[in-house]
């Protein structure tokens, strides 16, 4: 019986040949070069929507935290004093000095952040140097547990507490239902380790930045052009 010729071994090999190392390691270099110029074109792209973005979404919580200002100045501390500073620099640590019409000063917008429960969170407080009070408070970021930690933003009766808080001698989370001082906040049930965050972060804020500000009776104002002469 012959051997059928399409069955020999010569003809019935036709598989491809398996790809090299270098092939595989080339092809793979590529595909994350591509993906990397691709996200750094998103990324760029992007950035200037998000940081007009970031830039709108504090200086409204400037004027939640302090209410009843009309003008909002960026300070950054620097040789000793708080200087005014338009210009953003992430090297500077800046407040917001909040001014009333008249361009007295009514209080400070004081950003601060450290740890939660799950991440960092960073918030920004008002404070009134006159009545040493905080006057508010907003969450600008956190990541805290769906329906628990992210209760230090949706409680509105926990975020209310921030407004006339009595900062002395410090800040204080007491068990829900039990803030009888008028430096003490009730804690939220099932998120105490974020409330207390929340407190202490405030506290670290007073800590950092209060012995820089001015105090009562020698509050700056917000300076003001003066007017051009007129021809008599």
Do not use: H
């Amino acid at each position: 019986m012959s051997q059928d010729p399409d069955l020999t071994p010569a003809a019935s090999d036709t598989r491809p040949a398996e790809p090299t190392s270098l092939r595989l390691v080339t092809a793979l270099s590529l595909a994350g070069l591509l993906s990397g110029i691709i996200i750094v074109s998103v990324y760029e792209a992007t950035l200037p929507t998000i940081t007009a973005y970031q830039a709108r979404m504090l200086r409204e919580a400037v004027f939640e935290v302090l209410p009843g200002i009309e003008r909002i100045q960026r300070l950054v501390y620097r040789d000793g004093i708080l200087v005014a500073e338009d210009a953003e620099d992430t090297d500077d640590e800046a407040i917001f000095g909040g001014y009333g019409g008249s361009g007295e000063l009514v209080g400070y917008a004081i950003p601060s952040a450290g740890p939660g429960f799950q991440d960092t969170i960073r918030l920004l407080y008002g404070y009134l140097p006159s009545q040493r009070q905080v006057s508010g408070m907003e969450i600008l970021e956190s990541r805290e547990t769906p329906g628990l930690g992210d209760k230090i933003y949706k409680d509105q009766s926990f975020v209310d507490a921030f407004r006339g808080l009595a900062i002395d001698p410090e800040i204080r989370a007491v068990k829900k239902g039990t803030a009888s001082a008028v430096n003490e906040v009730d804690a939220i049930t099932g998120a105490t380790i974020s409330s207390k965050a929340v407190v202490r972060i405030i506290n670290e804020g007073n800590q950092r930045w209060l012995a820089r500000l001015a105090v009562p009776g020698d509050q700056p104002t917000e300076e003001r052009p003066e007017p051009p002469a007129t021809g008599g």
